[in-house]
């Protein structure tokens, strides 16, 4: 990048309502472009019968949801690792084969939308090298992959968890459905 280049100022994140009108009208853009009817459980013979994705970003900051973003849409994470607990309180379904979401940025924009196209459990420490490469980060090693999720899931644990390796880690593959551009 050249010292003349001018960078971006990031967005303000936007408020609850504001949030859930530009996903629905995301939704609505998805379905009338990307030509999906082949997927009945979300675009059903009428409007009453679709059904809007669930909405959520990547990473526990605005930036490392911009950045982990950015991967997919670049082709290069398609995986994320969720700690089972995450799951737990109900509030989210474990994801499915199948399931589609949208991908907010770091602002709370909808962005993407991805389809599940695999889901494994197993304890961090067995979580496989292919899987660390497929969340495409850093220098898609391993060993990166379990430095970077245990800073993680010990930060973000919430007080009635605690990282182990024995912990439950929910491998979630997916392929970028539909690009919002910037």
Not at 74 to 102: C, H, R, Y
Not at 132 to 144: Q, T, V
Request: aromatic fraction near 10%; charged fraction near 25%; proline fraction near 9%.
């Amino acid at each position: 990048m050249s010292d003349d280049a001018t960078i971006p100022e990031p967005e303000a994140p936007v408020s609850d309502s504001q949030q859930e009108a530009d996903i629905a009208a995301f939704w609505d853009d998805v379905k009338h472009h990307a030509h999906l009817s082949a997927a009945p459980g979300y675009f059903g013979a009428s409007p009453l019968e679709a059904l809007q994705p669930p909405a959520w970003a990547f990473g526990g900051t605005p930036e490392e949801a911009d950045g982990l973003l950015e991967l997919v849409l670049e082709g290069v994470k398609t995986a994320t690792a969720t700690a089972q607990w995450d799951f737990e309180n109900g509030d989210e379904p474990l994801p499915t084969v199948g399931g589609m979401s949208i991908i907010l940025d770091g602002s709370g924009h909808p962005r993407a939308l991805i389809a599940t196209t695999q889901v494994d459990i197993a304890p961090f420490r067995d979580v496989p090298e292919e899987f660390a490469r497929l969340e495409g980060e850093g220098d898609l090693s391993l060993e990166y992959w379990r430095e970077v999720h245990e800073r993680f899931f010990t930060e973000f644990a919430g007080p009635d968890h605690e990282f182990s390796e024995d912990m439950p880690v929910v491998m979630e593959q997916f392929e970028l459905v539909w690009p919002k551009p910037a």
